[in-house]
């Protein structure tokens, strides 16, 4: 389905498609660049909560 979507997108024009996925798991990430995503960019999120 990942691939169609993006394929599809491709096809109707888009620049680029991007995927955000989860580093944590390394089977859909292996999955994703056998179907031709590869990775450019690690993202850390960090919440900060205010003290009492």
Same mark, same amino acid.
């Given at each position: 389905?990942?691939?169609a979507?993006?394929?599809w #997108?491709l096809?109707?024009?888009?620049? !680029?498609?991007v995927?955000?996925?989860?580093? #944590?798991n390394?089977?859909?990430?292996?999955?994703?660049?056998r179907?031709?995503? !590869?990775?450019?960019?690690?993202?850390v999120?960090?919440?900060?909560v205010?003290?009492p």
């Open positions: 389905m990942t691939a979507a993006a394929r #997108a096809d109707a024009g888009a620049a !680029e498609v995927l955000f996925t989860d580093l #944590a390394p089977v859909s990430n292996a999955i994703y660049q179907i031709g995503f !590869e990775p450019v960019a690690d993202l999120r960090i919440d900060f205010a003290a």
